[in-house]
């Protein structure tokens, strides 16, 4: 088992860094502190098997941005055995809000950064949105125009066939009228 003490250097508070930190040494078993310093770097006590510290250490400049490690200055210390878990040392509430405000703070400029980029290729797609709605509008307009029309037809079509329909039945009823006058003289004429 082996002990280090590491100062970290560079844009390391403020910015979520401690919490990158205590979720990497939780992760692979360490024990041990990080804590903020007043000269704006950050100190990190960590201790446990030695590979698992060099993989550690190796890790410790990969925080994700806005965070940017500069510069570590590694020691070896002594073991000690009160560290049975990985901890932030917290400062005052004071410093600790402004930590969390910071941390946010920074991190909305990462994603309004992203978002930059992403509003320019918006735009394009708008432009695109308008012309794709006109035209959509343009096939609305024509459908409900042929619709009409066709709404038109239809409507003098069947009009047309109940007309017919009606004039057909009234021919029918004379044709058998006719068939029925017929019949009766062809029966009493016979007679």
């Keep these: 088992m ?26 692979m078993g360490l024990s041990g502190y990080v804590v903020n ?5 950050v100190e990190i ?5 030695s590979e698992l510290l060099e993989e550690f250490k190796s890790k410790i400049s990969g925080a994700p941005p806005p965070a940017k490690v500069r510069e570590l200055v590694v020691c070896e210390e002594k073991f000690n055995p009160q560290y049975k878990h990985f901890q932030i040392k ?15 703070h920074s991190t909305f400029l ?11 290729e918006f735009r394009e797609f708008r432009s695109e949105f ?13 459908l409900m125009e042929r619709y009409g029309e066709i709404s038109k037809k239809l409507t ?3 009009e047309t066939l109940v007309k017919e329909s009606k004039e057909t039945r009234e021919q029918l009823r004379d044709a058998i009228n006719l068939l029925a006058r017929i019949l009766e003289k062809l029966t009493t004429s016979n007679k």
């Design 2 to 27: 082996k002990a280090y003490r590491i100062n970290v250097r560079g844009r390391v508070q403020r910015v979520g860094f401690r919490r990158y930190i205590l979720d990497l040494a939780q992760e």
């Design 37 to 41: 310093l007043p000269d704006g770097s």
């Design 45 to 49: 006590f960590v201790q446990g098997p």
């Design 90 to 104: 917290h400062g005052s509430l004071e410093e600790e809000l402004q930590e969390g405000f910071g941390a946010m």
């Design 110 to 120: 990462v994603y309004w950064n992203e978002f930059r980029e992403f509003r320019n």
């Design 130 to 142: 308008r012309g794709f709605a006109k035209r959509t509008e343009e096939n609305f307009k024509f």
């Design 156 to 158: 003098v079509i069947l």
